[in-house]
């Protein structure tokens, strides 16, 4: 059974850090997209960042340069380091899994099949 359990939302001020960790038991594709996912109040889900099996790493523009996407695979860990917050991040974040091809482009949230319960990430001002 495929579990992925998401930790370390929270509430924090502009500017500030938080770090997301998403432990995935069960999976056992060869070739897989991992990502994280986050959907604002009001607004569709949108992919944040994502990784490929093979170390292919994509980021939201939005995001890019503020966000880290990590693998630690000793731990079966996906981690997501935010910082230099802002209010336009505040959101529910989830974390998903799918079976994947060295060509796939993992970053759209539509294809995954497999999604954590979500974890709320909250900036102030």
């Known amino acids: 059974q495929v579990q992925l359990v998401e930790s370390g939302g929270g509430s924090v001020q502009a500017g500030g850090s938080l770090r997301l960790s998403c432990v995935v038991s069960g999976v056992t594709f060869s070739v897989y997209c991992m990502g994280w996912f986050r959907q604002a109040s009001g607004k569709e889900r949108e992919g944040v960042a994502a990784i490929r099996s093979d170390g292919s790493i994509s980021y939201a523009d939005s995001v890019k340069g503020r966000f880290s996407i990590s693998q630690d695979n000793a731990k079966n860990t996906l981690h997501l380091q935010m910082n230099s917050l802002e209010v336009e991040d505040t959101a529910m974040y989830y974390c998903?899994?799918?079976?994947?091809?060295?060509?796939?482009?993992?970053?759209?949230?539509?294809?995954?099949?497999?999604w954590g319960q979500g974890t709320q990430v909250t900036v102030s001002s």
């Open positions: 998903a899994v799918r079976a994947a091809s060295l060509f796939s482009f993992c970053r759209p949230p539509d294809d995954y099949q497999l």
